[in-house]
């Protein structure tokens, strides 16, 4: 084989990619991606030296969770950016070494991923072919060495957001030096790796947290929200991805200019927050989740500026219309750094707008969001006396991630066979699958509650512990909440760790389980947390109600 990956749902027959991923990467660049998670495990080895003697690299702890982002699914596609990022984070070892040694700090006997050296692209090409997942021959350590990588990668993600709004916990960066070293120990068996993996639950409780702070600290608790989902008839920019401190620039700059800005996927909760609210070019959502960018692409006619994942190598055509920022990447696509002081300069993306034909409507009308925890725990009076009265029966949670499997239709039956007396809570881009369906309101509750991107699972978390405070009950499962949750990427990973660390139970997760889980591993998840995959929506649908 080529390569091989299978951190994503769609891993080639469920087993892994082994020629091509599925998501478009190929195997250069896939054993590119390789070499920099060892480039970081490495990195994260000298810095657990260094923590022994009160020593921290703020520099370094940015590297790792902008590395580990850089991995995730759909992020970037360009080998040689990845490459020049392993020499940066090389060099950046190098240096810390050399300057910790001064301190008394020995790094004697450390594995062979804090110590190897390689200049040329043939060295590290080279490198790569011995250090991806297969290098681990035991399969359950595999997996669970597996897990707690992606659970990191989905954490990193959220990290990088925060942190570029300026918030950032120390604590959170030592488990993640901790975990990624841990990777590398060959004395840990099973039962320690396990309880590791519930720890990176936790921690993906704290980061999450961290970033909903960041958020709303920032651009305030976000309010219900109708986003026009149709268009206008000036020049425009469509923004994709997940970073606000992107869009918010962005609109800053593109502010008096005629030029319109669209979201796209996982940007449209950004309508939500009460900051983005004065921009009145800021028009609405365009499209549906990120596996139909193509097409959608072709119609919107202006350029697309890419903050995060969720891309699909673009076809030829488009990649002239195509930004990239941030941990993307795609080769031949324009880039937009930022300097010194972290400011974008979008102004070659607005001149390009103004060349180009305004957006061809795809759709009218408009969608509603914008149920966070702070919005939810306002309405909380109604909500309770909608559940004591009988009028809402139960919640399900339906977040996470929408992908191109014909499958993945389950999530629309499901929500439309669900009872009228009960209501879906939801977040991340699964929520295309039935956020345009006429599903109605309770009693003025929307049927339909969506608190936003991925990482505002945390909102519906928040939620159900409060739920479960009003009706002073000792254990989250006694709640009438069910949760039927989609999966694609490593963001999902984290947020899926994250609610078995609360002690949730019973979810099922779909439209397959992770490749990267081992039979044994699986049969732990399903025994101890009675986790299963997705059936037939008729037949899901009277299990979770029976």
């Known amino acids: 084989m080529s390569m091989f990956c299978y951190q994503c ?61 850089t991995t995730i699914t759909n992020a970037n596609f360009d080998e040689d950016a990845i490459l020049e990022y392993v020499k940066e984070g090389l060099a950046l070892r190098e240096k810390i070494k050399g300057e910790w040694e001064k301190e008394g700090v020995s790094f004697a ?9 390689g200049n040329s692209k043939e060295e590290m090409q080279k490198k790569a072919e011995t250090v991806g997942v297969l290098a681990t021959k035991d399969v359950n350590i595999r997996s669970l060495r597996e897990l707690i990588v992606y659970g990191l990668k989905g954490m990193a993600a959220y990290a990088v957001h925060a942190l570029n709004l300026g918030k950032e916990k120390k604590e959170i960066y030592s488990f993640m030096i901790k975990a990624l070293s841990a990777t590398l120990d060959d004395t840990l068996g099973t039962d320690p790796l396990i309880a590791l993996t519930l720890e990176t639950g936790k921690y993906g409780v704290e980061v999450m947290a961290l970033l909903d702070e960041a958020n709303t600290g920032t651009y305030g608790n976000p309010e219900i929200t109708k986003v026009n989902i149709g268009v206008r008839s ?52 365009y499209g549906n989740a990120w596996w139909k960018q193509k097409e959608e692409f072709e119609s919107f006619n202006g350029p697309i500026v890419f903050t995060t994942n969720c891309m699909v190598p673009p076809k030829k055509e488009h990649i002239d219309r195509i930004y990239t920022t941030g941990v993307t990447g795609y080769p031949g696509c324009k880039r937009i750094e930022e300097d010194e002081n972290g400011v974008k300069n979008f102004v070659p993306v607005i001149e390009h707008a103004k060349r180009l034909a305004p957006p061809q409507e795809i759709e009218t009308g408009t969608i ?52 009228k007396d009960t209501v879906i809570l939801t977040a991340g881009c ?25 990482n ?32 694609y990427e490593q963001k999902a990973v984290i947020v899926l760790l994250a609610l078995l660390y609360l002690g949730v139970k019973n ?10 889980l081992s039979p044994d591993v699986a049969k732990v998840l399903t025994d101890i947390f009675g986790i299963s995959t997705i059936s037939d929506p008729e037949e899901d649908l009277v299990k979770f109600m029976g």
């Not at 006997?109 to 050296?117: I, Q, S």
């Not at 977040?399 to 009872?419: H, I, N, V, W």
């Not at 979810?507 to 990267?516: H, N, Q």
Request: glycine share 10%; with cysteine.
């Open 456 to 487: 505002d699972s945390y909102s519906l978390a928040l939620t159900a512990l409060k739920l479960k405070e009003v009706f002073e009950l000792n254990d989250v499962n006694d709640l009438p909440i069910a949760y039927n949750i989609a999966w």
């Open 109 to 117: 006997g450390l594995h062979d991923a804090a110590l190897w050296t």
């Open 430 to 454: 699964a929520k295309y699958r039935y956020n345009k369906l006429d599903l109605g309101d309770i009693g003025g509750i929307p049927r339909v509650l969506d608190a936003g991107q991925c």
């Open 507 to 516: 979810i099922k997760l779909g439209p397959t389980l992770p490749a990267f």
């Open 9 to 69: 749902q769609e891993a080639a027959k469920g087993t892994g990619c082994t020629l091509k991923g599925v998501c478009g990467k190929d195997a250069p660049t896939s054993g590119a991606q390789d070499l920099l998670i060892y480039t970081v495990k490495g990195l994260a080895l000298v810095l657990r030296e260094g923590e022994r003697k009160g020593l921290r690299s703020p520099e370094a702890e940015h590297f790792i969770i902008k590395g580990l982002f």
């Open 234 to 285: 000036n020049p425009a920019i469509l923004i994709t991805g997940h970073d606000l401190k992107d869009l918010e620039q962005l609109l800053e700059q593109t502010e008096g200019t005629g030029v319109d800005v669209y979201t796209h996927g996982e940007m449209l909760p950004a309508h939500y927050y009460p900051a983005f609210k004065k921009y009145k070019h800021f028009v609405g959502n």
């Open 368 to 419: 509603v969001g914008g149920f966070a925890h702070a919005q939810v725990f306002a309405l909380a009076d109604k909500v309770v006396e909608a559940v004591k009265t009988g009028a809402i029966k139960k919640f399900f949670v339906m977040a996470g991630c929408d992908g191109r499997m014909k499958s993945r239709s389950y999530y629309t039956e499901f929500a439309q066979r669900l009872p």
